[in-house]
């Protein structure tokens, strides 16, 4: 049996909601990505059974920009040497849009492995059946790193198409390249294959705010071949399965980046491999990953700092990101004591935002040729208020059809 550990996603350089740690001079949010970095890499060495893993299998993007900084680069091969000298595990590389440098002829961030010749380590760049030797014998890797339009087409093969034409075009070039790839694999020896990219039918989370590049969406049947074990996905930061033969999963980023992952478990994938041609068996494990939490509060009348403190304490903030939005009025934000909320906040890692959301309330008038409200109908009551509250004029058409069924259900 081989046993793989399969993660993604890392984005090492993302320094949002943190702070410079006087210590290591790093941002205390980048030595957030490094602790689950950490902690995965404890995982693959432990010598408990079943000791350690056979391969270590990265999808992709392992910085947050093409071109991190020195001290990253370090970080991230000081974890790589571990596992691949210090503890003679493989390490599988796959270069995801992140990794990609803006010209061809320019390095990418991971090529340094392969220019130092470090033993253990593989980097794929380029589409591929890479052999990879385990403890537990060969494993079979058809690699397909982020894929760009300039990797597979020439120049004279955009001109004059149009994008659609362009991304038919590119995905018949790709299903060429991965069919002569598959006919080359052996039956002897269990295959998986690692992608970085968007396969159709994939979710997305909150992370297109830091994705970089163009994606293209493969169909399911580009990576489904009979002699596959295990498709390993990277690009996506939602964990999520798409298929079951073989198996397809995205392990989702190791760390969390903003509040619209608060609910995501983060963590890695272990695959165990029986032999050739069989369906791999996978679990996902959660690692621990900062907290986000988000705390929306209506602010009472009476006494409402307490009842916005008192709402504060019925949250796990203790280490956590916080975004507090307090809901109020004009007339009781003059009594929100925004000092007592910070100190309630203390045990935070870091408060993200402490925001009022006043709601301002105001009577609709009608002008006096008008006569009252109860004489308008409703088309024209529904018009008045838009028109008070400044919506468009093309938006309160259409919100005006949209209602018509409502209004008038039996039309």
Do not use: C
């Not at 790839?181 to 295959?191: E, K, N, T, V």
Request: glycine share 6%.
């Amino acid at each position: 049996m081989i046993r793989i550990l399969h993660f993604a996603d890392l984005h090492l350089g993302v320094e949002n909601y943190g702070r410079l740690d006087p210590e290591t001079g790093l941002s205390t949010r980048a030595l957030d990505f490094l602790r689950v970095f950490d902690e995965l890499i404890a995982f693959a060495v432990q010598e408990e059974a079943p000791g350690p893993v056979d391969l270590v299998l990265f999808a992709g993007d392992a910085f947050k920009t093409r071109d991190p900084s020195p001290t990253y680069q370090r970080e991230f091969a000081r974890r790589i040497h571990r596992l691949a000298v210090v503890h003679q595990i493989p390490v599988f590389l796959l270069v995801g849009n992140h990794d990609v440098p803006n010209a061809s002829s320019q390095a990418h961030s991971l090529e340094i492995f392969n220019t130092l010749e470090v033993p253990g380590v593989t980097v794929a760049r380029k589409p591929d059946i890479y052999t990879i030797e385990t403890r537990h014998g060969p494993l079979q890797i058809v690699a397909l790193p982020w894929v760009t339009r300039s990797t597979l087409l020439t120049r004279e093969q955009y001109t004059g198409l149009s994008l659609e034409e362009i991304n038919q075009t590119l995905l018949d070039k790709l299903d060429g390249v991965l069919s002569t790839l598959f006919a080359r694999l052996r039956p002897d020896q269990p295959a998986i294959m690692a992608v970085h990219g968007t396969v159709q039918g994939a979710v997305f989370g909150s992370e297109r705010s830091v994705m970089l590049g163009y994606d293209l969406t493969l169909p399911r049947s580009l990576v489904n071949h009979p002699l596959l074990s295990y498709v390993a996905m990277g690009h996506i930061h939602k964990h999520q399965s798409l298929g079951d033969d073989p198996p397809i999963v995205y392990p989702g980023s190791l760390e969390r980046i903003d509040f619209g992952e608060a609910s995501e478990d983060k963590g890695f994938v272990m695959v165990e491999l029986d032999g050739p041609g069989q369906k791999a068996r996978w679990r996902f494990l959660r690692v621990h990953a900062r907290p986000f939490v988000h705390i929306g509060v209506d602010a009472p009348a009476d006494a409402p700092t307490e009842a916005i403190i008192a709402a504060i304490e019925r949250q796990p903030i203790a280490g956590a990101v916080v975004k507090v939005i307090i809901r109020t009025t004009p007339e009781i934000e003059k009594f929100i004591d925004d000092q007592q909320i910070n100190k309630a906040l203390a045990p935070a890692f870091h408060v993200a935002t402490l925001t009022h959301e006043v709601q301002r309330s105001s009577r609709l008038r009608l002008s006096s040729d008008t006569g009252s409200i109860e004489a308008l109908t409703p088309e024209a009551a529904l018009q008045r208020y838009f028109t008070y509250r400044q919506v468009a004029p093309e938006r309160i058409e259409r919100l005006l059809q949209a209602a018509a069924p409502i209004i008038h259900p039996e039309a």
